[in-house]
């Protein structure tokens, strides 16, 4: 399994980015797909889920309604759109597929002024 995030940045409160998330070594449309976060000094975090089929996505309460997970099982790829970005959204963003313990190196994003 190999998972390879980028798209990561500094950016300021109310930026945008978008995360991809390059996955193989596995069948990736079988796969739920997850982000999670990690914060300097805090435990990793999920940020949002979204179902194999695409069929059904959850979010952590802190992001809904800014950002949006989406998935092209064609091109074995999970993106992460980020609108209105806060400081409080600094964090190492990994991406992970439900039921695997493989982690990527994640990327890093940097919300500040």
């Known amino acids: 399994v190999q998972l390879v995030e980028s798209g990561g940045g500094l950016v300021q409160p109310g930026g945008s980015l978008r995360l991809s998330c390059a996955a193989s070594?596995?069948?990736?449309?079988?796969?739920?797909m997850r982000w999670w976060r990690q914060a300097p000094g805090k435990e990793r975090e999920l940020v949002a889920h979204?179902?194999?089929?695409?069929?059904?996505?959850v979010y952590t309460d802190s992001v809904k309604g800014r950002f949006t997970i989406s998935r092209d099982n064609a091109k074995n790829m999970v993106y992460l759109q980020m609108n209105n970005l806060k400081p409080g959204d600094t964090a190492v963003y990994y991406c992970?597929?439900?039921?695997?313990?493989?982690w990527g190196l994640g990327t890093q994003v940097t919300v500040s002024s």
């Open positions: 992970k597929p439900l039921g695997v313990q493989n």
């Open positions: 070594g596995f069948t990736f449309s079988r796969y739920d």
């Open positions: 979204i179902t194999s089929d695409s069929a059904s996505t």
